[in-house]
């Protein structure tokens, strides 16, 4: 599948606007999003995580002095699994991808989610942010399914 045909809805204004939204009140610097199918995530999860399967979004700090306090970085999200998840729970698809790309940015701010408690705070953080984008109070699913397996 090729990931352009994947987005159906979400296009370059949707993710800028999306980074834009997770980043605010940060000194941004450059950031490139790649929208990649499943076997390319997983070629650059191999790589750079020793992971050998596809995931749902990599984040990579670019910054030459890490404690810089501008964010420059790359994200990196799979539409097939964007696909396949927004199916599986009765989602939009941009909604889905969308969330990968605020996740991955919020990585950038230095978010982590390791822990339970993590997770359901960044969880917030990204239904706060698709929120935003819709311009309406932020959803109550806290943390169904794949929300807790990221990292993969």
């Known amino acids: 599948m090729h990931a352009r045909a994947a987005l159906r809805g979400a296009n370059v204004s949707d993710i800028r606007q999306a980074v834009t939204a997770a980043l605010a009140g940060r000194n941004v610097g450059n950031i490139s999003v790649a ?3 499943d076997a390319t995530i997983a070629d650059v999860n191999e790589r750079f995580l020793g992971k050998a399967r596809p995931t749902d979004v990599i984040s990579f ?3 030459d002095d890490p404690t ?3 964010i420059e970085g790359e994200i990196v999200v799979s539409a097939e699994t964007a696909r396949r998840v927004a199916a599986d ?3 939009a698809l941009r909604e ?3 969330r990968y790309v605020i996740h991955g940015a919020l990585h950038l701010a ?3 989610d390791r822990t339970t408690a993590q997770r359901a705070r960044m969880r917030l953080a990204e239904n706060r942010t698709l929120a935003a984008l819709k311009g309406k109070p932020a959803s109550k699913r806290a ?5 807790f397996r990221r990292q993969g």
């Open 61 to 63: 700090d670019l910054r």
């Open 35 to 37: 929208v990649v199918d």
């Open 143 to 147: 943390g169904r399914g794949r929300a």
């Open 110 to 112: 230095g978010w982590d």
């Open 96 to 98: 889905e991808l969308l």
């Open 89 to 91: 729970l009765g989602l």
């Open 68 to 70: 810089s306090g501008t």
